[in-house]
């Protein structure tokens, strides 16, 4: 709201009046009082021809007329009326009554200029400023423009302020604008009270005065000066200097709104779209933003394109969300950057483009946007857009939450956790967790819920791993509601059987495999609650089909008991699932099914296949079987020496037998 708006001073010239002091010097007549008044003027006195003047020319008592005017003020000026004198210059400026001639305008103005009148001081300096009706002539402008300001002329003033403040013609100096605002402030001028304020505001040719600044804000505003009515208003909003009162502030940014104020036009909507302080209303929202947008506001600009985006305001459109965003984008609003980067990533109202993407990402994050920092470590982490560089994604990442985004202290606690594109380091990494999961994001009180319940880079606590697994799972979080209810039944301290079971089986309804598998055994096992083989059978089912590896595999052993559940070629389809899935046993198991033909077609060959892949992975029983497919021959071609290694792996696993065979062997 502090900002320092430079007007030319073109816009200062007043086409039609001459100023509030001479409009209002004229009461109303009557009729025998205005036949009066003519009867004088025709007399040739010369103040009835200025006042008869006067009065036609601005339609008081008379109907309008020009030609009227033009003849009562010729006379009064012939006799040396200044104000009729300045008046003609007015008529010949702006064409009233007699061709447009600015040099008979200029010719007027200078006779009434030098005998002292401040309306012809005022217009005579605002000429030489233009170059209009005579050559441009800044000093000249400025000497008229003192003595136009000595003499009171408000206007004069407020250009005096503007030159010294912009430092042109003459020097910047802040002491010198500070004194013309004031006097131009002091004669009721809107615009030098805002200007006056903002100084005061500013400190510039003065000390800082809040008091001050909001006194002359206030009073620029009450006199309908937009700027100074949305300074008002976020004064209002904010508590600065004044009392909080948002419902004031809606009707001063009303008011700022309907004067055209862009920034206004944006506050008030995001004012209508929330429905805070006024009634809601989308559509008003949407229309305010359109007229700021439409006056340049980026700001506006970007939450009209969101508006098209979502239809909210009543009308969808991507092309017209693509535009405003890409407006607001293209001035420089890093929101604006980071959404259309988004629209560009998403493949939304454009092209996918992960190349643009990450173009637009750069720039957002680079103008310090977090979201798109984040963003960005994320493209650099995927190679999406750009070169896959794990060190660089740390980078953003690190910027990210050092600005506050949640989401990039819990990525930047990931990495750190991990070692990936920085050195592993536990203490950050639950540091940067920690915060995270103090803002409420759930993924980072699940991991760090984990992080106690385990030990890792923390003291194994199952106090706090309950306190926040237990935030995460109140969220939905259904990982978070799986490992709560583990962490219930196997504490030390906090065990809970009931609670252990009601969130695995919150888990287990929503879908997740690992909440199924954890409540499946705790049926099997009778862990809490009565044994329930079926029960468990049916929640092992529920995590297999879900591709939960020790599921499959449990499942399998369950079926291949024998009993009620038994069902040979079944547990060997699970055997194979969990094979398939990387389960160290289910490759053995399902290695010995096809090797020995039970439950499934006799396929040696790929039974050694499988049986050698859990060898590989450390699985002492499938060590201690391929030593024997060595030393025998079978499913693998026979080799003493290759039977002795495996045999010693399988012995240095501590299997009795592989170390019986290995002495038989003599190795």
Known sequence: MKKIITLSILTLAVALTLGPGRALAQARLGQSAITDLRARAEAGDTASQYNLGYRYYHGVDVPRDDLEALGWFYLAARSGDTRAQTYLGVMHENGHGVVRDLGAAFGWYQVAAVKGDREAQYRLALMYDEGRGVAKDSLAALNWYFMAAQRGQVKAQLTLGQVHEAGRVVKNDMLAAFKWYLLAAKGGDREGQYRLARLYDLGLGTGVNEEEATVWYQEAANNGHPDAQCEIAGRLMSGLNAEKDPARAAYWYQRAAEGGNGEAQFALGEMYEAGQYVDKSPETAFGLYAKAAEGGNVKAAYNLGAMYLSGKGGTQSYPEAVKWIRFSAQMG???????????????????????????????????????????????????????????????????????????????????????????????????????????????????????????????????????????????????????????????????????????????????????????????????????????????????????????????????????????????????????????????????????????????????????????????????????????????????????????????????????????????
Request: proline content about 3%; overall charge negative.
């Open 333 to 667: 609003y890093p929101k604006g950057m980071y959404r259309l980067a988004c629209l560009y990533r998403d493949g939304k109202g454009l092209d996918r483009n992960n190349e643009e993407a990450f173009r637009w990402f750069l720039q957002a994050a680079e103008a310090g946007y977090p979201a798109a920092q984040n963003s960005l470590g994320f493209s650099y982490d995927l190679g999406r857009g750009t070169r896959l560089d794990p060190f660089l994604a740390v980078e953003w990442y690190r910027k990210a939450a050092e600005n506050g985004l949640t989401e990039a202290m819990f990525n930047l606690g990931l990495k750190l956790m991990r070692g990936d594109g920085v050195s592993k380091n536990m203490d950050e990494a639950i540091s940067w967790i920690g915060k995270a999961a103090q803002r409420d994001y759930p993924e980072a009180q699940y991991l760090l819920g984990k992080a106690y319940f385990e030990g890792d880079g923390v003291a194994k606590d199952d106090r706090q791993a309950i306190e926040w697994l237990q935030k995460a799972a109140e969220t939905g979080n259904v990982a978070a509601q799986a490992l709560l209810g583990e962490a219930y039944v196997l504490s030390e301290d906090q065990v809970n059987f009931d609670y252990g079971r009601y969130w695995l089986n919150k888990a287990a309804e929503n879908g997740d495999p690992e909440g199924a598998y954890k409540l499946a055994r705790m049926y099997y096992l009778g862990t809490g609650i009565p044994r329930d083989p079926k029960k468990a059978l049916e929640l092992y089912g529920q995590a297999a089909e879900s591709g939960h590896a020790m599921a499959q595999y449990d499942l399998a052993i369950l079926l291949a008991d024998d009993g009620e559940n038994h069902d040979e070629a079944r547990s060997v389809h699970w055997f194979g699932k969990a094979a398939e899935n990387g389960n160290p046993n289910g490759m053995f198991f399902y290695g010995t099914k096809l090797f020995l033909g039970q439950g499934i077609e006799k396929n040696v060959t790929l039974g050694f296949d499988w049986i050698l892949k859990a060898a590989n992975m450390g699985h002492p029983n499938s060590m201690l079987w391929v030593g024997d497919c060595y030393e025998t021959g079978q499913g693998a071609p026979r080799d003493l020496d290759q039977a002795r290694h495996w045999y010693r792996l399988a012995a240095d696993k501590g299997l009795d037998e592989a170390k019986d065979r290995l002495r038989r062997l003599g190795g």
